[in-house]
């Protein structure tokens, strides 16, 4: 059974950084561009950043370009986000999400699997 769990996240002040982590299972992980993206209370999921499945190519919302960087590693089926920087605006819960090796997609429903989430808090 193909699992994704999600880890790191926490309470922090502004400008503080935080480093998620996303272990998967049951599928081949090198097969699969990884995406990481994001919900706050009564908002729709967003995107935030997807590698690609060799790590070789990265794509960023522009609300956390130069701030937070995405991470692979194959050997251990993680995918990382390095969150520096932080603001309020970025509270909300963060999930990593598997999608079929092909161009990279910034749409959540083109995603086949999802991790449970993990709370970020930001306080000012």
């Known amino acids: 059974q193909v699992q994704l769990v999600e880890s790191g996240g926490g309470l922090v002040q502004a400008g503080d950084s935080l480093r998620l982590s996303c272990a998967a299972s049951g599928l081949t992980f090198s097969n699969y561009n990884m995406g990481w993206f994001r919900q706050g209370p009564g908002k729709e999921r967003a995107f935030v950043a997807v590698?690609?499945?060799?790590?070789?190519?990265?794509y960023y919302a522009d609300s956390v370009k130069g701030r937070f960087t995405i991470s692979r590693d194959n050997a251990k089926n993680a995918v990382y986000l390095q969150m520096n920087s932080l603001k309020p605006e970025d509270t909300a819960v963060y999930y990593c999400?598997?999608?079929?090796?092909?161009?990279?997609?910034?749409?959540?429903?083109?995603?086949?699997?999802w991790g449970q989430g993990t709370q970020v808090t930001v306080s000012s």
């Open positions: 999400a598997a999608d079929r090796n092909g161009v990279l997609v910034r749409t959540p429903r083109r995603y086949d699997y």
């Open positions: 590698i690609s499945w060799s790590g070789g190519m990265t």
